[in-house]
C-alpha cells in the first residue's frame, strides 16, 4: 500500500473525467434486463473501461510517473498499459466481489502483469477495499469457476488474509496472481477506485480453452490507442506518451 501516492489537485481532473464516464455506464446499465451486463449491476457494481480512450484526464494520468517507477522496480525496463477500468461499488447492493485472480479473467503471458488500484475515494473495510490473500502469487493462475451474478472466483475463503485499506489518493498494489477480492459496501455513499495495469514489453494474451488444447489465438498486448509504452529502455514516457 503507498498512502498518498497523489494530491487532491492531480485527482480532481481524474475523478471528475471518470465521474462523467459512470454516469453514461450506469445509465446503459439503467436499459438493460435486470440493470445487468454481465457481472456489472445497476446499484450493485460499475465497470467503466478504457478511461484513457475518452478522457485525456486519464491518459495523462496513466503515465504518471508513480506509474513508472513502480513499472520500473517491479516489471523491467520496457513496460505498457495493459488495462484500465473505473470500479465503482454502490451501496444499493452490497455484496462481495469474489477471490480471484486478475489473470483468471483474461490469460496473459507473461502471467505476472501489475495492478495498481488507486483510491478515488478512501477505501475501507466497510465500503469494500481489496482483500489479498497472502503468498498465493506464487502458484500461478489457478484454477477459477464462475459464480453468478459475482464473477469468477477460486475458493469462497482463506485462512491467511491480509485487508488493505487506503486513503483517497493512495494505491493498493499486487500481482495480477495475487487472489483478492473486495468486501460488499454497507455504508451509505459510492467507494471509487480507478485500476491501472501495466505489462511488460511483448506480453500476449491468449484466447481459447487451456482444457481443449493450445491457444487458439496469441494477441499481442500493444493496442497504439491505449496500451500505450510507459517506459521504453528505462525512461518514462511522461506525461503523455503521445505528445
Known amino acids: 500500500m503507498l498512502e498518498n501516492a497523489f494530491s487532491e489537485e492531480e485527482l480532481a481532473p481524474v475523478i471528475a473525467a471518470i465521474d462523467e464516464l459512470e454516469v453514461r455506464t450506469d445509465a446503459f446499465l439503467g436499459q438493460m434486463e435486470n440493470g445487468r451486463v454481465s457481472i456489472a449491476e445497476r446499484g450493485a ?6 478511461a484513457v480512450l475518452a478522457k485525456q484526464a486519464a491518459r495523462s494520468f496513466a503515465a504518471h510517473i508513480v506509474f513508472a517507477d513502480l513499472c520500473h522496480d517491479l516489471i523491467g525496463p520496457n513496460a505498457r498499459l495493459y488495462h484500465d477500468q473505473a470500479v465503482y461499488k454502490k451501496p444499493e447492493k452490497p455484496r462481495r466481489f469474489p477471490w480471484h485472480q486478475d489473470n483468471g479473467y483474461t490469460f496473459v503471458m ?5 495492478t495498481c488500484w488507486v483510491a478515488l475515494t478512501d477505501a475501507t473495510v466497510d465500503n469494500g477495499c ?3 490473500a497472502r503468498g498465493l502469487h506464487q502458484m500461478g493462475t489457478l484454477l ?3 459464480v453468478d451474478p459475482l464473477g469468477w472466483e477460486i475458493f469462497e475463503d482463506y485462512p491467511d488474509v491480509a485487508n488493505a485499506p487506503v486513503g483517497k489518493g493512495g494505491i493498493v ?7 483478492h477480492l473486495t468486501g460488499p459496501n454497507t455504508t451509505d455513499s459510492v467507494r471509487k477506485a480507478y485500476i491501472l495495469q501495466y505489462a511488460p514489453e511483448g506480453a500476449e494474451v491468449l484466447l481459447g480453452d487451456p482444457n481443449q488444447g493450445p491457444p487458439l ?3 499481442l ?3 497504439s490507442q491505449r496500451q500505450f509504452p510507459l517506459l521504453i529502455d528505462g525512461q518514462p514516457v511522461y506525461p503523455d506518451p503521445l505528445l
Open 45 to 50: 457494481i460499475t465497470f467503466s473501461l478504457f
Open 110 to 114: 507473461p502471467q505476472q502483469y501489475l
Open 130 to 132: 481489496p482483500q489479498v
Open 144 to 146: 477459477h469457476h464462475y
Open 173 to 179: 498494489v499486487f500481482s495480477s496472481l495475487s487472489p
Open 217 to 219: 489465438r496469441r494477441n
Open 221 to 223: 498486448a500493444n493496442d
